[in-house]
Each structure stands twice: as structure tokens, then as C-alpha cells.
């Protein structure tokens, strides 16, 4: 039964390799190349770097749930929707997208409750 799980979810673990390079790339830039940048930029920035990691973590786990694909592509959306408009906005100063944020909030909470389903 563990082999079967594993193989429905494993492009989730592959994507989280990846996910899990560009967190530790982007939190290297973040600590290293964001000097010019605002305090509250780093704050953001940084926020989505921490996010970005934490649910690099959780994508891992997505195999071992009853519905891989569901928990794994809501998770990787929310991950987009979250990180990817703080990362925009902390590096660009464009806010623009920031009314997008709390959807990505929402849907890893909702990633999150699918786990347990």
C-alpha cells in the first residue's frame, strides 16, 4: 500500500527538490542581495522565503495523503499565489498583486485541512 502512495504522489516529491533548491537560492539572495531594498521589502521577502520552505516540507508528505494530486496541486497553488506575490512585490516595489496574497494564504490552509481528509 506505502509503494502505491508513494508512486501517485512522487512528481509532488520531485517538485519539491526543486521548490526546495529555489527556497535555499532565493533565502541566500534574500540574506545577501536585497541591502538597497526597503526593511519592509526584507520583511516580505523573507516571509515568503520562510513559507516557500515550509511547504517545500509539507509537498513531501503529499504522497503519504488519500488524495495525492488534490492536496499536492492545491498546495503548489497556494504556494504561487502566497510566496510568488510577496517575492514579486518585495523585489520589484510593485504592490499590485498584493490583493492576491491572502487568496494564496487561504488556499495552503485549505491544502493543509486536505492532508487530513
Do not use: Q
Request: aromatic share 8%.
Amino acid at each position: 500500500m506505502v509503494n502505491h502512495l508513494v508512486h501517485v504522489g512522487h512528481l509532488f516529491v520531485r517538485i519539491a527538490g526543486i521548490s526546495g533548491a529555489l527556497a535555499v537560492g532565493l533565502g541566500a539572495y534574500g540574506a545577501h542581495g536585497l541591502k538597497n531594498r526597503t526593511d519592509k521589502e526584507r520583511e516580505v521577502f523573507m516571509t515568503a522565503n520562510r513559507y516557500h520552505m515550509l511547504h517545500t516540507l509539507a509537498l513531501m508528505a503529499v504522497p503519504l495523503t488519500n488524495h495525492p494530486n488534490m492536496v499536492g496541486v492545491t498546495m503548489l497553488l497556494g504556494m504561487l499565489g502566497f510566496c510568488g506575490t510577496c517575492y514579486y512585490s518585495a523585489l520589484s516595489g510593485d504592490t499590485s498583486l498584493n490583493r492576491f496574497t491572502p487568496y494564496g494564504g487561504v488556499t495552503l490552509m485549505i491544502a493543509w485541512a486536505l492532508m487530513a481528509l
